[in-house]
């Protein structure tokens, strides 16, 4: 059984900094494209990054890019998202998804909020 388990979400003040966590288990975690989606209050799912099986390649939405850095440790069968600069806007709660953001399999979330 696919698991997804996220951690790390906070409120935090506008400009400043989380790390986000997900523990993978149940399937081959370096055999796996991984991705970030999140999810605003009263809004659609909205692709964050995804990163490639080995960690070589990674693409941002334009929404984050030069602020947040995806990562994965396959020996710890763990996927991160570094936030920084965080905005208002970054409010919502962030999923890991196996596979690219458009995949089912994702896990229960954690929640930002970014608010003075």
């Known amino acids: 059984e696919v698991q997804l388990v996220e951690s790390g979400g906070a409120l935090v003040q506008p400009g400043g900094s989380l790390r986000l966590s997900c523990e993978a288990s149940?399937?081959?975690?370096?055999?796996?494209?991984m991705s970030w989606v999140r999810q605003a209050p009263g809004k659609g799912l909205e692709w964050v990054s995804i990163i490639n099986e080995e960690g070589t390649a990674t693409t941002y939405a334009p929404s984050v890019k030069g602020r947040f850095t995806i990562s994965r440790d396959n020996a710890k069968n763990t996927l991160y998202l570094e936030m920084t600069s965080l905005k208002l806007e970054d409010t919502a709660s962030y999923y890991c998804?196996?596979?690219?953001?458009?995949?089912?399999?994702r896990g229960q979330g954690t929640q930002v909020t970014v608010s003075s």
């Open positions: 998804v196996e596979g690219p953001p458009s995949s089912p399999t």
């Open positions: 149940g399937f081959t975690f370096s055999g796996s494209f």
